[in-house]
Every structure is written in C-alpha cells, then in structure tokens.
C-alpha cells in the first residue's frame, strides 16, 4: 500500500504497541475515529489502548469490507448495495470461527471505536451463542467464575424454578436431596 | 528449587497430578482445611496458609491456627515477591516440621503427614509454575461448587506464581472470572493494566436487551454481577414476551413474581399460549402494573372472556391511559356483546378502525410469533366480525394472491377458521376440491405440505409452539 496524493493514511497501534497503517476512509468507519480525525485531533500514531492486535485486525477487515462497499456503488454510502440475504450471510462468515473470548474483545472495541454494524454482528453472534444455554455452559463458555454462595444460588434458582424445570443440574440437586 | 523429602514422605519427589488431588481431598474432610480451602478459593491470600503451616510447625502441640500474628510470621515483602526467599522459608517450615514429628511421634503424627504432605504439594506447584511460567495458562476457568478442593489448589498453585502479585493485588475483586484460556500471562497483565480485565462481563452487557426471557433467567445465574444488572435495570422487564418452551409451565405465581421485577413499570405483555395462567393472575397483575398499556393473550386457555372483560374494566377505569391494545387470538366464546364492550374499553373509534384497516397487513393461518408480539400488527383489537358467518373472530388472509384479491372484500378468501378451512401448515384455503389430509388432531393439511414433510428426515426443532406441536400431529 503506498502512499498517494489521494489516500492519506492514518496509523493506529494497538494495546500491545502494534501498528496497523490503514487508509483514512477504513478509519473512518469508526465513529470514534471519524470524529478525533475530523476535529483534528489525532496524532501521528491513533492509541487504541484497549484493542488488542489481533481484535484491530478484525476490526480493520470489518472497516474495509464497509468501504468497499460504499465505494463500489456509484452513489456514496449506499448500504444497499448487497441484498439483504448477502450482508446476512457475509455477516455469518465474517464472524465464523471467532471463539466466546475473542467475541468478547470484538464486542468492547466496536462499542469503544463506534462501529454500529461490527457490534450488531457481535451482539447477534452472542445472543445465538447463549440460546438455549444453563447458566453454568454460559459461565463454561465466557469462563465467568461463579461467585454466588450455595445458599444465594440456591434461593435464585428457587425463585425461577419453573424457568428450570429441564435444567439437568437443577434436577440432579433437587433429586440428590 | 526443590525441597528435601524427609524419608517416610509418601510423596514421591515428583509427584503426579492424581495423587496431588487425593491427598488434597483427604485433608478437604478437615474443618481447618475447609475453611483454607476456601480462603484459597475466593480470596487468594497465600499469607494466611502460610500463617495456618507455619503455625502447626511452630506451636508443634497444638492444631488451633493464630490469626492474629500474621505479619509477624509472613516473609517482610509477600507480595513484591522474592519468590527465592519464600522458598527458603517454606523449606525451613518443613524442616522444623519434620523435627516436631520425630519427637512427638504421637497419634499425631498422622495427621501431621498428611499436613505436610499438602505443603509439599503446594511447593510442587510452585516449582512446576515457575519452571513452566512462560507458557499459556492452561485454565483459569470458573470452578462451581462441586469442583475438587485439589482442582482449584492445582488452579491456584500454577496462578499464583506466574504473577503472584497481580493476582493477590486483585484479589479483592473476585473478578478473577475475565482471564481467557488462551491469554498468555503477558497478554493478561496488560489487559488488567487497561482496565480491560473484564471483558466477557462488559460483553454480556452489551447483549443483555437482546436476551429472551429465558436466557434473561440464565444470564441471572452465572454470576452476582450479571444478577445486579438484571435487577437493576427495569426496562428489560417493561416488555415481558413469554412463549414456548417457558409458556407451558408458567404459574400464575410466577407470572405475578416476574411482573413484578419491572417495579410497576410494565408497559407490555405477551402470554403465548400459557395454559397456567387463570383470570386471577390476570387481575393480579393487571392491579400491580398500571402502566400497561398492551396486552396480548393468545391462546390461554385458562382465561374466559368474561373474566378479560371485568378484569380490563376495572384496570381501565383505575389506571391511566389503561389497556390501549389487546390480543386475545381465538379466545373461546366471544360474543358480539362482549366484542362491542372490549372496543369501547379500547378506545377503538370508527376512525381507528378505518386505520387499521388500511394499514392491515394480511394475517395467515397459523398465526407465528412475531403477530403476537406487541409490535405485530395495527389496530387496537383482533377480532373482527367474520364476513360469512357474522361472528367476531380472529380473520385469516389466503396467501395465495389471486385469493385474497377477489372482489368485493367481504366475499373473499377472508373469513374464520369455522368458514374456511385452511391448511395447518401454510394457510392456504382447502376446499372440497382440492386434496388434502386430515390430522389426528382434526386440523387439516394440505397435498403440498404434506408430501413436503414426510421427506423431511426428522422432525426439526423450532421455537414456534405450534410447529413443534403440528410435528408432534404428523408423527403421532
């Protein structure tokens, strides 16, 4: 990617001191960054401290594909460029293989970097992810501790028992009585 | 670093994981041990199993730990560790451990052996960590209850000594929860000097609005912080869509307790198909949530309409702007009287009338989710007055186009399910001329559909009640 007249590029490092050198258009995806850019207000090098490399990464692919789009159709930022069906299923793959932990981080740097879409795809890709789910396969797959006493997790069961009726770990306490 | 065994250890000098857990569990039936146990667990302050060792060696007689002299006992600078001097003082543990035993050589001794054996234990992990400190964490996961005490030692052991001192300085926080399995320490320490330590709660915040109540009701039980926000935050209860599989075994009780959790502001609520649910809990909650202002009950089969009528007027004239919306579906037994009562109570004009008719989207049999949630269709009631038989029913549209576009309106594929019989799987009109089959539960169905599922291999699972229940028809 070389430097022309035209693209001016921004660079922005992540939490763990990497540089990425992406195009202005791509940056500016993210809200966040459109507004430091247009403000004016942005060094040489953006810190994005709370990304890490491999999150920028994705992220930027995200910021890319965006621009691609909106570049490619004659009149400027038209969503509608793919149907409907094609975002869906480019959405799908786009967040195909990406594990809970890198999820989570993806889910954090939208919301901090202001890029709408990418956290409508986090947030659809998590809540398909918890469907169905016993609180302990949530806390399995988000690696969440729990902290509740015996006695406070037992009361909170109790309250929703007829939520549970299925829960196989509820069951197996009630029966082990 | 490794520590001398004394000769009657049954420890071999490089012992295996197994035979760490047991002698771990073995000491787990112990009351000190216990309650170690769980200091180790929550609270990750080394300094007091230290203190509850050195302790047992020092006072030799006497198995009561001494709270109170902790910072007399501990190395001066636990934390900021020089890890070799820990060491050092450890060891010097064992040897003064190892001489009270030779001399007490009392019942004891046995209780003594296996104490040691949990310190030598620990010294284990602790060189196994530091030797393979460069490495990923293999697990740093959330251990429920049930776990083995020798499961969250093992956790704890190789923790704390890759970076003892973060670990400890947070320990107050109980946030231990956001390390990833795949982070290696480097990785972990920086996201904790971000502030970033906990992502997968922030995370799930983001998704909590989007949540059905049941996983709602699950998110509630991973943890105290995911319990707070979901009582804390009102607005995910002022919509309350309650559907299969959770209809079928909703009590009145627990519809009142759920209502409940929006603290009175409830603005809509949606019961599919809940057999549960009586006029009485009807009214209980119609009486504690005056802010509701759409109701939709399709397919409760507990409620009467006369009690949905003397429940909405009483909630009408006691609360402000009242019930402004209402689904009740094909409630049993509507008569025209009651129909003409539920539309004054609604406020439903004629103008309101002609709006939605305008705006009417066409309604196909069977009715899915989405037209009964409070977002899922216009006009302030349901029913209508059947064109054919002049009854106030629910009104089902054909989706085939050249149906539904016959003039005049009122003589086209539009009528109750009584005047046109239509297909339980995709709506469209059976008459006698057309082939259809009749299901065991008296609906019908039409050639197409049914060719169409019997090559479906298994019966799929889906959300909708009345798919599942028309698989569970074509089946049985």
Redesign the interface.
Known sequence: MSESTEKKMVRLRS??GEVFEVEESVAKVAKTLQDMLEEDCADAVIPI??V?APILTKVIDYCKDQVMISSSSSTTNNPNERTEQERKAWGQKFMEGV???T???L??AS?FLNIEGL?NL???K??SM???????E???M???????T?E??EE??N??A?????DPYYKKRSSSK | MTLNLPPWSVLPSNPTEEELISSARFNAGEKNVDSFARTWR?NWEVEESYDWGRDLCDRGDSREPIANDILDLLPTDPFDMDLGATFTALAGWFEDLETTLEDSGSDEDWAFKEDYQFLAGFNFFWNTALMFGSEPIER??????EKELGDSSLDAGVVSVWDIEEILGFGED?K????????TPK?LS??YD???WN??????E??MN??????L????????T??DWIHRDDSLWSNILIDQ??SE???DD?LV?LTGRANGNLKCLSLVHCPGITDDGLRSVLQHNPKLTKLSVPGCTRLSIEGLVVSLKAFNSSSAPGIKWLRIGELYGVTHQHFEELKLLLGADSYDEQQAKIHRKPRLYPLRHSSFSVDGGFGAIDIEVCPRCGNPKILYDCPVDGCQGKPPASQGCRACTFCIKRCCMCGICINNDSEYEETFSLEWICSGCWKEKALVAGPRHTIFHQETRYHFRLYG
């Open positions: 939490s763990d401290t709370c890490r594990d809970s932990s999820l989570c981080e889910l954090v919301n956290l986090g947030v659809d998590m809540v918890i469907q169905g789910k016993y609180p302990q949530i806390r399995d988000f690696n969440v501790v729990n902290d509740f015996p406070e997790e909170i069961r309250q929703n007829w939520a549970f009726e299925r | 929550y740093l996961d959330g251990r429920t209850e109980d231990l929860a956001a390390c990833f399995q795949t982070e990785e920086e996201s971000n502030g970033d992502t997968p709660h922030d995370a799930l983001f998704v989007y949540l059905d109540l049941q996983e009701l699950s998110v509630e039980r991973v943890c105290k995911t319990r599989p959770l075994r909703l009590t627990a307790r």
